[in-house]
């Protein structure tokens, strides 16, 4: 017995013996002669290792609204290379280069789109020529995570991926020139920012980039078992803006509906939060979208274009008059008046006869009669603001008001840059313009905070856009606080300015009252301002604004809007003008609840004018949507034949009144086209990014024509195009 074990114990010792022997000859075989001992096999190309270091990409931060929806955001792009050389093979002799080029080509057009020829020309590689991989140009750029997928699923080798980032833009065009873009800086190799918020705050938002060193084989595949010494990368901080979603996408829609007024060059408006200065839509039009870029206005027009205000200069001027003594009862005769200075440069009244004078009119030569100041301001009349600066109100009183409603002075919104603006008030006939609005030059901003101090009880708010900065780690490092930058004039003055913008909508003299809305009052001054073409004012081309506040009872928030056309188009579609100004005030007012929902349709009186919150109803069943929002009178559109709700628009708590439409995406079953007919372009959108056909919208408005007719049964792979106008 003892014997037997002892043979035992041997032959086990002579098997680990051999065995031992067999991995000391192998690793001789492969570390000294570079050659795995059973296949002979070469392996060098595996084994020579290095140490290799690669980037660790930081996020740049996101920019969003007040709504919490995401304005700018980080998204993750890849690049497809093809690898051609034929050294590149793994372990087994495992190709990773192209194989099968025709095999490679045409999948890459079912893929990519383009020809054939294309994709072979770039990985063909000739006798005697050395081409280790190619690129395919912008067809092989930016692609998504789906197509990057989808690629490597077709297990074809030699096709690999670089990993960038690009700055995507989900809501398009809005408010293009304060957002900005930013753009692939291939020296420092990220996102940096070249325009508005992605510039002045590219310190907020660009991150600093960690790094991962590993060991890696010749072919740069990292050695198992090794470990990584890695610095992480820290994400750039959070922009969040004042903007909110809905009023600044109605202010898009409002300035593209003022540019297609003939022979309008540009339009730019705003709305501000008169007690706080807080903005909350700021945009021009022509504009862009961030992620095209095509014939990009790098001028932000509510800060940086300066042009002459017109008659809602005024405003300023009578606030001035009041605070220092005018009383509006007082009368004037508003006929056409002549004026001549005195040696001091003080103006007084003279005779048509005086060859010497400067003569002033009321806008279209009107001739009022004898009516008190408040009538004035109605009505406009330049003969007033002279009268006042004739009697009333001293040139240097009148300067230095100037220069505390802060006037020709630098005017940034938060860190983007602000014009100053030309204070021309050197000779006699220039103190008498400026009063009027013509000669001296300001930027929207400007009058905008002077109006809020107009508005405001006397307190000029600053104006702000950016809310608040939230870090990577959710350290607030930056909030807002609404802040009193000037006190022009008096809480009395500031009541009677508030009524004397009533009359300028509502008195038998209004200029105003075409900017009248059913369910609201509103108070106003507008303006009509002559260009400066070659020199000299123009006959044709003006510039037409409006200053408007709302509700008139207790103003909350201040829409300031201009359009430069010319006078003849305006005069002849004055509705057409003042329409997209009206929608704005609208949308921003239903958006805070400033309308009461006790009013009705015009020709539907059993139906209420109503605004409610839009409930949340994913997860739901239809009939449970239908019951939630059947008092609120909307018009639902629901896409698929599921029975459970997968998706909505608006989103959950988003503002809804009567007539909107509603989608509701079901998740399955068949997709038919509705009539979109009278759609809006966000509601054409909504149904497209619910739907997943493809959409092609050309024109703004609404759709008046479609290409797919109604009741068609569509899926993803559909092109749909409708025409809005």
């Given at each position: 017995m003892k014997k037997r074990s002892n043979r035992i114990i041997l032959g086990m010792f002579i098997v680990m013996l051999g065995s031992w022997c067999l991995l000391i000859v192998n690793i001789f075989s492969a570390s000294v002669l570079g050659k795995h001992l059973r296949s002979q096999e070469d392996i060098t190309k595996y084994t020579d290792s290095s140490k290799s270091t690669s980037t660790i990409k930081a996020r740049r931060g996101n920019i969003?609204?007040?709504?919490?929806?995401?304005?700018?955001?980080?998204?993750?792009?890849?690049?497809?290379?093809?690898?051609?050389?034929?050294?590149r093979v793994g372990i087994n002799n495992k190709a990773?280069?192209?194989?099968?080029?025709?095999?490679?080509?045409?999948?890459?057009?079912?893929?990519?789109?383009?020809?054939?020829?294309?994709?072979?020309?770039?990985?063909?590689?000739?006798?005697?020529?050395?081409?280790?991989?190619?690129?395919?140009?912008?067809?092989?750029?930016?692609?998504?995570?789906?197509?990057?997928?989808?690629?490597?699923?077709?297990?074809?080798?030699?096709?690999?991926?670089?990993?960038?980032?690009?700055?995507?833009?989900?809501?398009?065009?809005?408010?293009?020139?304060?957002?900005?873009?930013?753009?692939?800086?291939?020296?420092?190799?990220?996102?940096?920012?070249?325009?508005?918020?992605?510039?002045?705050?590219?310190?907020?938002?660009?991150?600093?980039?960690?790094?991962?060193?590993?060991?890696?084989?010749?072919?740069?595949?990292?050695?198992?078992?090794?470990?990584?010494?890695?610095?992480?990368?820290?994400?750039?901080?959070?922009?969040?803006?004042?903007?909110?979603?809905?009023?600044?996408?109605?202010?898009?829609?409002?300035?593209?509906?003022?540019?297609?007024?003939?022979?309008?060059?540009?339009?730019?408006?705003?709305?501000?939060?008169?007690?706080?200065?807080?903005?909350?839509?700021?945009?021009?039009?022509?504009?862009?979208?961030?992620?095209?870029?095509?014939?990009?206005?790098?001028?932000?027009?509510?800060?940086?274009?300066?042009?002459?205000?017109?008659?809602?200069?005024?405003?300023?001027?009578?606030?001035?008059?009041?605070?220092?003594?005018?009383?509006?009862?007082?009368?004037?005769?508003?006929?056409?008046?002549?004026?001549?200075?005195?040696?001091?440069?003080?103006?007084?009244?003279?005779?048509?006869?005086?060859?010497?004078?400067?003569?002033?009119?009321?806008?279209?030569?009107?001739d009022f009669g004898r009516i008190n100041f408040a009538q004035g301001f109605a009505a406009s009349s330049n003969v007033a603001i002279v009268e006042i600066l004739m009697n009333y109100l001293s040139a240097p009183t009148f300067s230095d008001y100037l220069d505390r409603f802060l006037f020709f002075k630098d005017t940034p919104l938060d860190k983007i840059p602000g014009a100053s603006g030309q204070k021309l008030y050197n000779y006699p006939m220039e103190r008498?313009?400026?009063?009027?609005?013509?000669?001296?030059?300001?930027?929207?901003?400007?009058?905008?905070?002077?109006?809020?101090?107009?508005?405001?009880?006397?307190?000029?708010m600053k104006p702000y856009v950016v809310d608040q900065i939230v870090s990577s780690d959710k350290d607030v490092l930056y909030?807002?606080?609404?802040?009193?930058?000037?006190?022009?004039?008096?809480?009395?003055?500031?009541?009677?300015?508030?009524?004397?913008?009533?009359?300028?909508?509502?008195?038998?003299?209004?200029?105003?009252?075409?900017?009248?809305?059913?369910?609201?009052?509103?108070?106003?001054?507008?303006?009509?301002?002559?260009?400066?073409?070659?020199?000299?004012?123009?006959?044709?081309?003006?510039?037409?604004?409006?200053?408007?506040?709302?509700?008139a009872d207790n103003p909350k928030y201040l829409a300031f809007y201009a359009v430069e056309s010319n006078f003849t188009e305006i005069a002849q579609n004055i509705l057409l003008y003042t329409k997209p100004t009206r929608d704005l005030m609208l949308k921003t007012a239903y958006e805070y609840n400033l309308i009461q929902s006790d009013q009705v349709l015009d020709g539907e009186e059993d139906i209420p004018i109503k605004v409610s919150a839009m409930p949340s109803l994913i997860n739901h069943s239809l009939d449970y949507a239908k019951e939630k929002l059947k008092d609120s009178y909307v018009d639902i559109t629901v896409i698929g034949e599921g029975t459970n709700i997968t998706r909505q628009y608006p989103a959950y708590n988003e503002k809804i009144i009567t007539n909107q439409k509603i989608m509701l995406y079901t998740g399955s079953g068949k997709i038919t086209m509705p009539d979109m007919t009278g759609w809006s372009r966000k509601e054409v959108t909504?149904?497209?990014?619910?739907?997943?056909?493809?959409?092609?919208?050309?024109?703004?408005?609404s759709v008046y024509n479609q290409d797919v007719p109604k009741g068609t049964i569509i899926d993803p792979k559909t092109e749909i195009r409708v025409f809005l106008k």
């Open positions: 969003f609204d007040s709504t919490q929806t995401i304005i700018a955001e980080d998204v993750a792009s890849y690049n497809l290379i093809a690898y051609l050389d034929k050294s990773h280069y192209v194989v099968d080029l025709d095999e490679t080509a045409n999948f890459l057009v079912s893929v990519l789109g383009g020809e054939t020829d294309f994709y072979k020309d770039l990985m063909t590689v000739e006798e005697g020529q050395e081409k280790y991989q190619t690129e395919f140009g912008t067809r092989g750029k930016g692609l998504d995570l789906k197509t990057k997928n989808l690629i490597e699923a077709s297990g074809l080798p030699g096709l690999e991926f670089t990993q960038t980032s690009k700055r995507h833009y989900p809501l398009g065009t809005f408010s293009s020139q304060l957002v900005g873009f930013s753009d692939l800086d291939q020296e420092v190799d990220r996102q940096v920012g070249k325009m508005g918020i992605e510039l002045y705050y590219d310190d907020y938002l660009e991150g600093s980039d960690g790094s991962q060193v590993n060991t890696v084989t010749i072919n740069g595949y990292k050695l198992p078992n090794t470990t990584s010494s890695i610095i992480e990368a820290k994400d750039g901080d959070d922009i969040y803006l004042t903007l909110n979603k809905n009023v600044q996408l109605q202010l898009e829609d409002s300035l593209q509906e003022s540019m297609l007024i003939k022979a309008t060059d540009k339009a730019w408006g705003m709305v501000m939060e008169i007690a706080t200065g807080k903005i909350i839509a700021i945009g021009q039009n022509p504009t862009f979208d961030p992620e095209i870029r095509e014939d990009v206005e790098y001028l932000f027009y509510p800060t940086q274009f300066v042009y002459e205000p017109g008659s809602t200069m005024k405003a300023v001027t009578y606030a001035t008059a009041i605070e220092t003594g005018l009383d509006t009862n007082n009368t004037f005769d508003s006929s056409a008046i002549y004026i001549a200075y005195d040696e001091n440069g003080k103006p007084y009244r003279v005779s048509a006869q005086d060859a010497y004078s400067n003569r002033v009119t009321n806008a279209g030569y009107i008498l313009t400026t009063g009027f609005g013509q000669g001296s030059s300001v930027t929207m901003l400007q009058l905008a905070q002077a109006y809020g101090a107009i508005i405001n009880d006397g307190k000029m909030k807002s606080e609404p802040k009193v930058i000037a006190n022009p004039i008096s809480a009395d003055t500031s009541a009677q300015m508030r009524n004397l913008m009533h009359g300028v909508v509502y008195d038998e003299l209004a200029t105003g009252h075409n900017f009248k809305v059913d369910e609201m009052e509103i108070i106003a001054k507008t303006g009509t301002a002559q260009l400066v073409v070659d020199g000299s004012y123009s006959s044709s081309r003006y510039i037409f604004s409006v200053g408007a506040a709302f509700p909504a149904f497209w990014s619910a739907s997943g056909a493809s959409f092609i919208i050309e024109g703004y408005g």
